[in-house]
């Protein structure tokens, strides 16, 4: 199991607290631990990135083992630290606004 | 003892106040969806405990939420909004064709006969359609891709359907505002759309009196009579007997034409409701005092109604879906501000007083008057 970390936000709309745990089929990579959270999460369908060309929200980033994974493709493979659950992979808000 | 339910969107969150007939003493329910922009949340007239409201924010975009239950408790609904087919360009602020880039919903308009059945103003601007208690979401593309839309442009606050009027009594008749396209109107429920703005003129733009291009800030009608429009545009309120085939200036004594809200009373077709509004850049109240504006003639002659609102030192606006009626009668007037606050006029606007004071600037009010 991949452990996400969202911010409060999202977290509220989920329902959840803490993080999430998501299971994901086949490679883990950018893509497929977000199509896993969406497809446990619906509700965070479009309130990561689009749901039709799959773009980040400017506002999010993401974050493993001390990267920035914000501007890399969803075929990158996660950290193994992430894949055997010692890390999150987060979902990290912009401290931005008002 | 029938009650009134006030849903009142914020820029941090949607807040319920309910009251009995008497509309004195107020219960305050919220924030819902706290930190998040609710540009609107609306009470299905078939089913009032059926609640519809946009969620959004610069962060996360845009949610939709449903409640079953009058808003004790809420769902999240489907969020997908797509443009159908090619999405085209309309003209950015400079002038260049800019393409359709969906921002948030502005507005929810729930069928007068179906609580599955919503529509969804858009911005950029686009009319959708949920058939399935917001599930899922369809564009009526008719309207954006109308052979004037190339050629529409942003108002100051983004290029927003944010008025949806239904008429009663005539099935598939539809009337929109878009910022600052104008006005259109459907008679085959949203399939095709004609600009409805004879009569509109609007200085500063190149043909004042063109087909579209008008900054309609909101339009009005009163159920019993829906042949009859009133509409507050940037500047000039205006009104049509003709279901907005023609439009003539109703502004009359005000002290500015300028303003946002305007609305109808439940029980006097002929008795229309505006607050006036200091332009072009400053938008807040003249002279520092709050006063709503009352027509019992259908415009042209207005009072100005004053008691129990700030008239000194008050500089707060009242934007374009933060005013709303109920149907007590005698009837209730409410409106919210950019300052936090919720007034009621439980008098038809002869007397005024908040409901609440300090909420976050208020973007949208609606009211269910209940069983």
Known sequence: MIRVTLPAHLRTLARVDGEVKVAVEGPATLGSVLDALEAGYPMLRGTIRDQVTHQRRAFLRFFACEQDLSHEPP????????VQGAEPFMVVGAMAGG | MSRVRVLVGTRKGAFILTADGGRKQWEVSGPHF????????????????????????GWFGQVIQRSRD??????????????EGPTGTHQWYDGTPHPWDFA??????????????????????????????????????????????????PGAGGMCLHTVLLDPSHPGRMFVAISAAGAFRSDDAGTTWRPINRGLTSEGIPDP??????????????????????????????????????????????????GFPIDVHAHEPETVYVVPIKSDSEHYPPDGKLRVYRSRT???????????????????NVLRDAMAVDAFDPCGVYFGTTG?????????????????Q??????????????
Not at chain 2, 110 to 126: Q, R
Not at chain 2, 358 to 371: D, F, G, I, K, R
């Open chain 2, 104 to 153: 948030r919903v502005w507005h929810l308009e729930p069928s007068l006969t179906d609580p599955e059945t919503v529509y969804a103003g858009v911005e950029d601007a686009a009319l959708f359609r949920t058939t399935d208690g917001g599930q899922t979401w369809q564009e009526l593309p008719g309207l954006r891709t109308h052979g004037s839309a190339a050629s529409w442009q």
């Open chain 1, 75 to 82: 075929d990158t493979p996660l950290p193994d630290a992430v």
């Open chain 2, 340 to 356: 936090g606050q919720v007034y009621v006029s439980p008098d038809a606007g002869d007397s005024w007083t908040p409901i609440v």
């Open chain 2, 34 to 57: 706290g930190g998040w922009e609710i540009y609107h949340l609306k009470g299905s007239p078939a089913d009032p405990d059926r609640l519809y409201a946009s969620q959004s924010s």
């Open chain 2, 209 to 258: 009196m063109a087909e579209v291009g008008h900054c309609v800030h909101r339009i009005a009608m009163h159920r019993s009579r829906p042949g009859v429009l009133f509409m507050q545009k940037h500047w000039d309120v205006m009104r049509s007997d003709d279901a907005g085939e023609s439009w003539r200036e109703v502004s009359g004594n005000l002290p500015t034409d300028f």
């Open chain 2, 70 to 83: 009058g808003g004790k408790t809420w769902e999240p609904m489907g969020n997908k909004f797509t443009y």
């Open chain 2, 358 to 371: 300090h909420l976050p600037a208020v973007v949208s009010v609606e009211v269910q008057t209940l069983p």
């Open chain 2, 298 to 316: 259908g415009g042209n002659e207005w009072e100005p109604l004053t008691r129990g609102l700030p008239q000194r030192d008050c500089y707060v």
